[in-house]
T-cell receptor, first 114, second 113 residues
Framework: GDSVTQMEGPVTLSEEAFLTINCTYT??????LFWYVQYPGEGLQLLLK?????DKGSNKGFEATYRKETTSFHLEKGSVQVSDSAVYFC?????????????FGAGTRLAVHP | DTEVTQTPKHLVMGMTNKKSLKCEQH?????MYWYKQKAKKPPELMFV???????INESVPSRFSPECPNSSLLNLHLHALQPEDSALYLC????????????FGQGTRLTVV
């Protein structure tokens, strides 16, 4: 079945450091890929997405590129802030039925220190 | 407006109680979802409604009963829950069709005592 694998956390960085969170996937079809962020005590917020190979999703300084050849969708940010501290989930949807069932990775906790 | 509203935000219930979780969206989305999230784990899909019809039930115990009264509302009826059912329950909605983004509510934090 379809699955998503994320790098284990926690990831601890100093403010203004470069961030990479690795995400790889396994899918039988041609999935759409997503990054969601969850701040403490809150629901999930869509951060960015890509729906086809070589697409780059971007939002709030975060970027990720859909790499079909390596089945990857790594999240990057050039300069993190303390406010970026949260849990980040990579997810895919491979919908045969017209709806979008999301399969999530385990999540990566990011802690940014001043 | 990309808001999905869930009520209540917190719920404590006994194992013999009956309660309901509510979810509302006004984005015109025709797919709605219930996810369950345990502490430090990713969300797990429970149910999918598409055009107000139940499309997916991920082998969820019958003590959880979903309902979609109309295209904007989604309920989750709870009865005879167990302490291990304590979790964050997340509602989401999306357009139908490939690649549509799902938007999540803030969740209901459920504690079963």
């Amino acid at each position: 079945g379809d699955s998503v694998t994320q790098m284990e956390g926690p990831v601890t960085l100093s403010e203004e450091a470069f961030l990479t969170i690795n995400c790889t996937y396994t899918a039988t079809g041609y999935p759409s890929l997503f990054w969601y962020v969850q701040y403490p005590g809150e629901g999930l917020q869509l951060l960015l997405k890509a729906t086809k190979a070589d697409d780059k999703g971007s939002n709030k300084g975060f970027e990720a590129t859909y790499r079909k050849e390596t089945t990857s969708f790594h999240l990057e940010k050039g300069s993190v802030q303390v406010s970026d501290s949260a849990v980040y989930f990579c997810a895919l949807s491979d919908p045969p039925g017209g709806y979008n069932k999301l399969i999530f990775g385990a999540g990566t906790r990011l802690a940014v220190h001043p | 407006d990309t808001e999905v509203t869930q009520t209540p935000k917190h719920l404590v219930m006994g194992m013999t109680n009956k309660k309901s979780l509510k979810c509302e969206q006004h984005m015109g989305h025709r797919a709605m979802y219930w996810y369950k999230q345990k502490a430090k784990k990713p969300p797990e899909l429970m149910f999918v409604y598409s055009y107000e019809k139940l499309s997916i039930n991920e082998s969820v115990p019958s003590r959880f009963s979903p309902e979609c009264p109309n295209s904007s509302l989604l309920n989750l009826h709870l009865h005879a829950l167990q302490p291990e059912d304590s979790a964050l329950y997340l509602c989401a909605s999306s357009q139908t069709g490939t690649g549509a983004s799902a938007f999540f509510g803030q969740g209901t934090r459920l504690t079963v005592v």
